[in-house]
Structures are given as structure tokens and as C-alpha cells.
């Protein structure tokens, strides 16, 4: 098996175990100076401190900042056009769901994206998954939810598993077909929402397109009731809960997710005290996109409250092109220190192991210990602080993917 050792490591910091880790343990990081990682295959054979195995061959870190691979749990990476029309509507004073309501938004994404062929579709997800993977993240979830039709629903979710088998990026699919009533049932949504429940989840179940059911739980587009309906019907066709909730009204999204078992719940802006009490009683993770608040103008997810009531954060990007068209997780480190008021070491957990735990992948990935796969960032940065302090600039020195260090050329990705 092949072997590569990573030493002079200047600082290792990880999240340790298999799980989401949450109250004060979030922010309990393991910090090793002058340490070494040893890789077999794809996977971490040993991590140590001191004086390394010899005769290896080896990558010097010259003193870098290593930490786990970033886990981007949750985007819309699927997606034929862009918005920025939607701008000057913006500037004009429109709101999100104005734009929504009118026909615009998610629906002109959806317009777009009934368009375009399966390979337009994967050549733009693929060169989003590069650029991904240029910011330091080697795993994350992809959403359908631009087709609202059986037909490009599905080709989302074919487009996401394709490139499972053949980009680096290990990634998490969701079926998100209550992402908006489409046009063609805005007279009749509850012959939609039979349409989800009766075709489109049990073909996407039986054909394993994806793991994760999700809704967007939001005032004009699902209601809590609505949305428990779908995704328990999900969960008996064995996709997982998730559920977009609070992001711009609060209407009780958040409230069903320990009644529902939801493994996450998403965005969390506008949750309230009763919100929180139910995440915590259902142990699920809250997954917060504050690249989102920054871009909507809008306030930011009550973070803070959230650990301190023992609730496991993570953070995303929400890759989207409406709210947040960027794939930059490092802003959403810098924001998630200065918004949420996260400490390096919670922000380090929040997109590592509990990015992982949001999209069941923690036992894998997320960490750096013997056992999981070897999915690590070199950084050009001395420590922690430096990752939340800095903005703007792409502090990744070099990306390691399952035991592979990663480069980019023009052309795209070699390995
Ligand atoms: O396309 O606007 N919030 N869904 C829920 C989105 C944002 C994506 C979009
Ligand atoms: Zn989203």
C-alpha cells in the first residue's frame, strides 16, 4: 500500500471522534506542535509529535497549519444559469421571497434548469466542485431541487452521483423537491406535494439517488405541515430528514425536527427559544450558512445560544445561485468568528465534524485520527486565529484527498 508521511506539521489542530461534538466540547480542539501524519492508502495510519518514521516518502509541511479537509455541508451545487438580474431587483428594494412570489428566484433557476442538458449540468457542477476543492473542502452535500419535475430532479441527482465516481470530492445527496411549488401546480399544491410523496421519493429511493430528504419550510413556499408530511414520507422510503427552516420567517420548521428525526436542520436565522429546545431534544445538527445572512442582508443564526444549550453547529456555504452564489467556505469561517461570535476552535469543529455529522459522515471524515480517511489541508497560516482573521484571500497551501494531494491546473483537476 502506498505510503506518504506529512512532517513538520508547525501546528495539527482537529476535532476528535466520530460525532458531532457540541456544548464546550465544540470548542475543545486537539492542538499537537511539531507533529507528523502518517498515510496508508486513503487512510490515516498514525499521527504523531516529535521525531517522525524515517525512509517514508514524504511531503515537508515546512511549518504549516494542518487541519481536517472542510466539509461543506450543505449547497445547491446542481443548477443551469445564474440571477444577477436579481440584483438591480434588490437595489430596487425587492425581498427574497417578492422576487419568489413574482416568478423569479428558485423558479427562474428552475426555468434554466430544465433547460440544460445532463453534461452542461456536470461540466458547471464539476468546475463548482474544483473551485470547492481549491478553498480546502473535500467532502460535501449536493442538493436537486431545480427541476420540481420528475425528469430534471432526477438528472440533478444523476449529476451528483457521476461525479461521486469521478471527482475527488466525496459527496452527500439530497432530494430536495419541496424546494418550491413549480408554476404548473401553483392552482392545485397539494396535487404536488402527492406528486413528491407518491413518485418522485419512492423512485429516487428505489434507485438510490440519494441518501437525504429536505424541504424548504419557509413562509409562500411549504408550510410546517406540509413539510412534516413529506419528510416523513421521506423517512419511510429510508431518506433521512433535513429541513431548511427560520430562514427568513419563523413558522415552526425548527420546532418538528426531534419529532422527525431530522439529522440537521438549515439556515436557523430567525429560531427562536423553542427552536432550540427541539434541536437539542432531537440531537440534531444545526447547520448555519452565514454567507447567507451576509448576502440577504439579513440578521445572523442566534449561534452562541445555540451551543450554549448544547446544540452541535456547523457551518456551510448554502452554494446557491440566489442567496449565496459563492463557494467560498473560508468568508463563512471569517463570519462564523466575527457574526456568531464562534471561537477559532468551534469554527474548526463546525466545518469539519459536525459538517461531517450533518451529512452522516463523521465516522469517515471530519477529524485527523488513526482510522479515518487521510482528507487534510496544508495552510498557509501559522495557527487557528489566523483562519478567522484573515478575509478575502485563499489560504490553502495544499489539499490531500484520501491519501492524494490534489492539484489544480488550468485545465481543472490532476491528481
Ligand atoms: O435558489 O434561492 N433558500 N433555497 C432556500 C435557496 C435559498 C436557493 C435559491
Ligand atoms: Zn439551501
Known amino acids: 500500500m502506498d505510503k506518504l508521511l506529512i512532517k513538520n506539521i508547525g501546528l495539527l489542530a482537529t476535532p476528535t471522534g466520530a460525532s458531532a461534538r457540541c456544548g464546550s466540547d465544540q470548542g475543545s480542539v486537539l492542538i499537537r506542535k511539531d507533529a507528523w501524519i502518517l498515510i496508508e492508502g486513503e487512510t490515516i495510519a498514525s499521527v504523531g509529535q516529535g521525531g517522525p518514521p524515517r525512509d517514508l516518502p514524504m511531503l515537508d509541511a515546512e511549518g504549516a497549519l494542518v ?66 476543492l481549491s478553498f480546502g473542502v473535500t467532502t460535501a452535500e449536493a442538493k436537486s431541487g431545480y427541476g420540481l419535475d420528475l425528469d430534471t430532479e432526477i438528472r440533478q441527482l444523476e449529476v451528483v452521483q457521476k461525479l461521486n465516481e469521478t471527482h475527488p470530492m466525496d459527496l452527500a445527496s439530497t432530494f430536495l423537491g419541496a424546494h418550491a411549488v413549480p408554476e404548473e401546480y401553483r392552482h392545485d399544491r397539494g396535487a404536488y406535494i402527492r406528486f413528491l410523496c407518491d413518485t418522485a421519493i419512492p423512485l429516487v429511493a428505489e434507485r438510490k439517488l440519494a441518501s437525504f430528504c429536505d424541504v424548504f419550510c419557509e413562509k409562500g413556499v411549504f408550510t410546517a405541515e406540509e413539510s412534516r408530511t413529506i419528510l416523513e414520507t421521506g423517512k419511510r422510503y429510508g431518506l433521512i430528514p433535513k429541513i431548511h427552516a427560520d430562514e427568513i420567517e419563523p413558522i415552526g420548521g425548527t420546532e418538528l425536527t426531534d419529532g422527525i428525526g431530522a439529522i440537521s436542520a438549515e439556515h436557523l436565522i430567525v429560531c427562536q427559544k423553542s427552536g432550540i429546545e427541539a434541536l437539542k431534544k432531537g440531537g440534531t445538527v444545526a447547520c448555519l450558512l452565514p454567507a447567507t445572512s451576509f448576502y440577504l442582508g439579513s440578521t445572523y443564526a442566534p449561534a452562541r445560544d445555540m451551543i450554549d444549550a448544547g446544540v452541535p453547529v456547523a457551518c456551510a456555504t448554502d452554494f446557491n445561485p440566489g442567496s449565496c452564489p459563492s463557494l467560498n467556505i473560508q468568508l463563512v469561517m471569517n463570519l462564523a468568528c466575527l457574526k456568531y461570535r464562534l471561537t477559532p476552535e468551534e469554527m474548526l469543529t463546525a466545518v469539519t465534524l459536525n459538517g461531517a455529522a450533518a451529512i452522516g459522515m463523521a465516522d469517515r471524515t471530519g477529524s485527523l485520527e488513526k482510522g479515518k480517511q487521510a482528507d487534510l489541508v496544508l495552510w498557509n497560516a501559522p495557527d487557528l486565529d489566523y483562519l478567522g482573521y484573515r478575509m478575502g484571500s485563499n489560504l490553502v497551501r495544499t489539499v490531500i484527498k484520501k491519501g492524494k494531494i490534489q492539484r489544480l491546473n488550468k485545465e481543472g483537476l490532476s491528481i
Open 67 to 132: 487541519t481536517p479537509g472542510l466539509v461543506d455541508a450543505h449547497t445547491h451545487l446542481v443548477f443551469g444559469g445564474w440571477r444577477q438580474n436579481e440584483l438591480g431587483l434588490k437595489l430596487h428594494g425587492a425581498s427574497y421571497l417578492d422576487i419568489l412570489a413574482s416568478g423569479g428566484g428558485i423558479l427562474s433557476t428552475v426555468r434554466a434548469t430544465r433547460e440544460a442538458s445532463f453534461d452542461e449540468l456536470y461540466e458547471k457542477a464539476e468546475s463548482a466542485l474544483n473551485e470547492m
